[in-house]
């Protein structure tokens, strides 16, 4: 499977495509002309987002860097959709994030859901292995992209105000409205 090197995109953004409850997701990275588009689940995008910000704040804490925003600038925002024609190059399992403290760079890397991963962020990736997609982006991009991707998850779809759980369009079967309630052993 193909290996698919961004150092750094033009592009890198987390997208969907769909009605909310019924949303395909996606990371995008894109440069001179080439698009790579991977599948993930809505969780992954949360997560990945997450992550950034965390290991962003933790390099903070932990050195003195000064490249590093506390947010993410509003000269990166992205709100563009998804660049077209949208073809999935793999279904991504296993991600992988880390710091490159020699270049300044978040390094992520989507691999494909593989019975036979390869070692996260290796340099020897085999060429009958997973597709790979591995990108190096600055501090400030890495902050826009998470700020992106937290914002595309939070517009699914409204929690029920009694559960939580999500509202379809069409209402849903909330379980605090059944009248069930658990045995009492």
């Given amino acids: 499977m193909p290996v698919f090197y961004y150092d750094p995109p033009d592009r890198f953004v987390a997208g969907s495509v769909g009605q909310p409850g019924d949303r395909t997701f996606y990371l995008q990275a894109s440069s001179a002309g080439r698009v790579t588009s991977v599948v993930l689940e809505k969780f992954q ?6 992550r ?10 932990r050195t003195e860097a000064t490249d590093i925003p506390e ?7 992205d709100d563009g959709p998804l660049d077209l024609p949208l073809t999935e190059d793999f279904r991504v399992g296993a991600i992988a994030l880390a710091w490159d403290s020699e270049g300044d760079r978040v390094v992520i890397e989507a691999q494909e ?3 036979t991963p390869v070692e996260p962020l290796s340099d020897d990736i085999p060429v009958d292995g997973p597709g790979v997609l591995r990108v ?10 998470a700020q992106r991707a937290l914002s595309l998850v ?3 779809r ?3 105000p009694l559960c939580g759980l999500p509202l ?11 009248g069930h309630r658990a045995a009492r052993a």
Avoid: K, T
């Fill in 45 to 50: 995008v949360s997560l990945l987002a997450e």
């Fill in 136 to 145: 190096r982006i600055s501090p400030s991009a890495a902050r826009a992209f």
């Fill in 113 to 115: 859901e593989s019975e």
């Fill in 168 to 178: 379809d369009a069409a209402g849903h079967v909330c379980p605090r409205q059944n």
């Fill in 154 to 156: 939070a517009a699914g």
């Fill in 71 to 77: 947010s993410a600038p509003a000269a990166l925002r």
């Fill in 52 to 61: 950034i910000d965390e290991l962003l704040d933790e390099v903070l804490r």
């Fill in 158 to 160: 409204p929690p029920c």
